[in-house]
Each structure stands twice: as C-alpha cells, then as structure tokens.
C-alpha cells in the first residue's frame, strides 16, 4: 500500500490527532508520545490558538492529546477557538486532572463532544509497574468510575483506552467495562517508535500471538457492547493525521517520526500534511469515523 499525501481542499482524513502539550504527569514505559527531540517545546497560548484555528478549517474534529492534554493551562480555551472555528471536539487523557478537579472536568465536558479515558488496569501494582501513577499513586478504579459516570450523564460519547504489555496482558477487564460502560473500547498492542520508547520497549513488547490471545480472552465481551477494537502495528502505522506539541505535522510511517518544515500556524495545515504521508484507506479500516458518524455526535 503507497503513502498518500493531503493535498485535498479537505483532509480525506476528518479527524486530526493534536498532541496539544508534551509533558504527562505520568511515565507510561510503552508510551511512544514523548517527544524529547529538539524543537517540539510546547507552543505559546497564542500559537497554540492559531494552530486550532487552522487546524479547524481542513479537520471536521480535532481530538486532543498529549502528553496529557489537561496539563495545558489554556487548554479550554484551546477548545473554545476549535469550536468557534466549527470543529468537533474530543480528548484523550489518563483522568487524572479531570478525577481531582471537579469544575474543571465539568468546563472541559461543556466543550468536547467525547472523551478517550486511557485505562491500562484496574490492579494498583500493574499500575505501578506500567507507570500509570503520579508519583508512586493512582487513580482508584471507584474514581475512573466516577469520571465515566459524569461522562455517561452528559450525554458524551466514552472511549477507553488500553495499550496491552507486559504487566497487563494476563489480566480480565471484564468486570472493569462491564461496570465503565463505554461506547467503545479501543485495544493497541503496545507500538515501537525509535526515538521515543526505545529504552523500554524490549521490556514491554509483546507477540502477535499474546496480543491475539488477549483478544480473544474478551470477545465474550461482545454480549455487553464493548468487545475490543483492535489496533495491532499495521493498523497504527500511517493511519493518523497527526500534529506534535511544537505544530507540526508528522507521520510514523517509517517507525520513526518524520516533521513537516515548518509548523502548521506558519504554512497553513495544508501545506504542512503534504510533506508528511497519511493512509486514509487504513484510517477507515481502523473504524476512524466512527465518532463522525454517529448522529447524535
């Protein structure tokens, strides 16, 4: 399958995955969001606005995540220029922020149209071990049940996320979902990206026969309407639309992440998604409309 360029009046891609803000106030060892390199220091309030904003005119939704997202500390202001500029909203985050704080978690569902809540166990020592904490703590399951609860209540469309390693690929979370109920459950085998969770990787990596095994643990989950949406290598690989904390558009097509020149605030989100190669064919085959289509959303 050859890379396709945008070069369209509108992404072929409708949904652009913005890394809005790099630091996490976690350390996921199979985290391949890090960006230390060189020049991908986070934007100013202002650049970061007029990255939204230019983002907004070739993306029907920009899904925000970091990083954590939530760190940002103009982060719902970033949500109020995407939406003013008529795009869709949606974040990925670990819940943190959003648990703890109670008005800002309501200013932030006031202005997204769904939530992704990273879930990687419900076991405080896999947690631990995976580096799911801040500090040596982590969130409680009663307290992920709160947050999905408020954002089940709202009306808002719920995803969770599970990266599957090491520490968790022998776990059930059966009985988590069951009781989080979310739209969608999305399952990534955890990915290698060179320069960015090299020195872990080999400690975490998993086969294509534990990643399937994992899978078919859960399909009887498919009775409850949350059976796993798998995303093994292939299907993470080119199939983003994606932006870096500094605004610029990149791509993992090589296993490694490659930059446009100039960020998307400076040349326009056009000419920044020409030098960088998407799949559109493998972003529908991943189920990346889905948010898009549903009617209510």
């Not at 390693?165 to 069951?178: I, V």
């Not at 399952?187 to 990787?201: E, K, T």
């Not at 639309?241 to 500094?246: R, S």
């Amino acid at each position: 399958m050859n890379p396709t360029r945008i070069t369209h009046p509108r992404s072929p891609i409708p949904t652009v995955n913005f890394h809005c803000w790099r630091p996490c106030n976690m350390r996921c060892r199979h985290c391949f969001a890090r960006f230390n390199d060189a020049g991908h220091d986070n934007l100013s309030r202002s650049e970061m606005l007029a990255v939204v904003q230019e983002l907004a005119r070739g993306f029907e939704r920009i899904n925000f995540v970091g990083g954590e997202p939530t760190l940002c500390p103009w982060f719902v202001d970033a949500l109020d220029v995407a939406r003013a500029s008529g795009a869709r909203t949606s974040l990925v985050t670990n819940g943190w922020a959003m648990a703890k704080r109670t008005d800002f978690r309501d200013a932030v569902l006031a202005r997204v149209d769904g939530m992704g809540l990273s879930i990687d166990s419900r076991r405080s020592d896999a947690n631990v071990t995976i580096g799911r904490v801040v500090g040596r703590r982590t969130l409680h399951v009663d307290e992920l049940l709160e947050l999905a609860e408020v954002v089940r209540g709202r009306g808002l469309h719920l995803k969770v996320n599970t990266v599957v390693q090491q520490a968790n690929l022998h776990e059930d979370f059966g009985d988590l979902l069951n009781r989080v109920r979310p739209d969608r459950w999305k399952v990534f085998r955890v990915l290698p990206v060179h320069g960015q969770n090299d020195a872990d990787y080999h400690s975490v990596a998993i086969t294509d026969e534990q990643f399937s095994s994992f899978l078919a643990r859960h399909t009887y989950l498919a009775e409850a309407g949350v059976a796993p949406v798998p995303e093994n290598h292939d299907a993470m690989t080119g199939s983003y639309a994606m932006v870096d904390p500094g605004g610029f558009a990149y791509d993992n097509v090589d296993g490694t992440y490659r930059d446009s020149r100039e960020p998307v605030h400076r040349c326009g989100w056009r000419a920044a998604f020409a030098e960088v190669r998407v799949l559109p064919e493998r972003f529908a085959s991943r189920g990346g409309h889905y948010l898009l289509e549903r009617g209510d959303q």
